[in-house]
T-cell receptor, first 113, second 115 residues
Framework: TQLLEQSPQFLSIQEGENLTVYCNSSSVFSSLQWYRQEPGEGPVLLVT?????EVKKLKRLTFQFGDARKDSSLHITAAQPGDTGLYLCAGLVTMDSSYKLIFGSGTRLLVRP | NAGVTQTPKFQVLKTGQSMTLQCAQDMNHNSMYWYRQDPGMGLRLIYY???????DKGEVPNGYNVSRLNKREFSLRLESAAPSQTSVYFC??????????????FGNGTRLTVT
């Protein structure tokens, strides 16, 4: 059974601070996705990383896929209250002839003004 | 463009009652999924349908059944609801890309309470 562990589970920081969220597994994934979920809504895709060692930037968010494709990190620079939400990582596995995502348990981020 | 639409948004059931959660997508996606989200446990896959006419069990299928009615619609049925099925249920759809991966597009969820 594939398992994705996210840390920390909760994070409360002041506006302007930096933070890093980690996503770790003992399994190798063909790709890894990061989603953000706001209250009352479904998760929305932020980014997909595919290649080991890949780094992608989305404004103040930097995503990295580990060289062995077992782990990933999300770094937010100068966090804003609008970054508040639940961040979920999800690893892609192939099952039979289809693909499915294994989700981590999430990191709940609160950015205080 | 509505994306993925789930109904109802909220539901309260008594133990033993049955109900069907509806999901429809207008993006012409081949694959559809049902997840449940519980505090501290992330999203867990209940059932999925890789393409029209096929359905398969996910991680937590017990107590649920699904129907892929057509390419657009994928329903989830609880035949005899139990308190352990209190959760937020999300439907999602995806289309395989040429790279072999595809993001999920989620609905806004159905919040189900079983008393």
């Amino acid at each position: 059974t594939q398992l994705l562990e996210q840390s920390p589970q909760f994070l409360s920081i002041q506006e302007g601070e930096n933070l890093t969220v980690y996503c770790n597994s003992s399994s190798v994934f063909s790709s890894l996705q990061w989603y953000r979920q706001e209250p009352g809504e479904g998760p929305v895709l932020l980014v997909t990383v595919v290649t080991g060692g890949e780094v992608k930037k989305l404004k103040r968010l930097t995503f990295q896929f580990g060289d062995a494709r077992k782990d990933s990190s999300l770094h937010i620079t100068a966090a804003q209250p609008g970054d508040t939400g639940l961040y979920l990582c999800a690893g892609l596995v192939t099952m039979d002839s289809s693909y499915k995502l294994i989700f981590g348990s999430g990191t709940r981020l609160l950015v205080r003004p | 463009n509505a994306g993925v639409t789930q109904t109802p948004k909220f539901q309260v059931l008594k133990t033993g009652q049955s109900m069907t959660l509806q999901c429809a997508q207008d993006m012409n996606h081949n694959s559809m999924y049902w997840y449940r989200q519980d505090p501290g446990m992330g999203l867990r896959l209940i059932y999925y349908s890789a393409s029209e006419g096929t359905t398969d069990k996910g991680e937590v299928p017990n107590g649920y059944n699904v129907s892929r009615l057509n390419k657009r619609e994928f329903s989830l049925r609880l035949e005899s609801a139990a308190p352990s099925q209190t959760s937020v249920y999300f439907c999602a759809s995806s289309e395989l890309s040429g790279m072999g991966y595809s993001p999920l597009h989620f609905g806004n969820g159905t919040r189900l309470t079983v008393t």
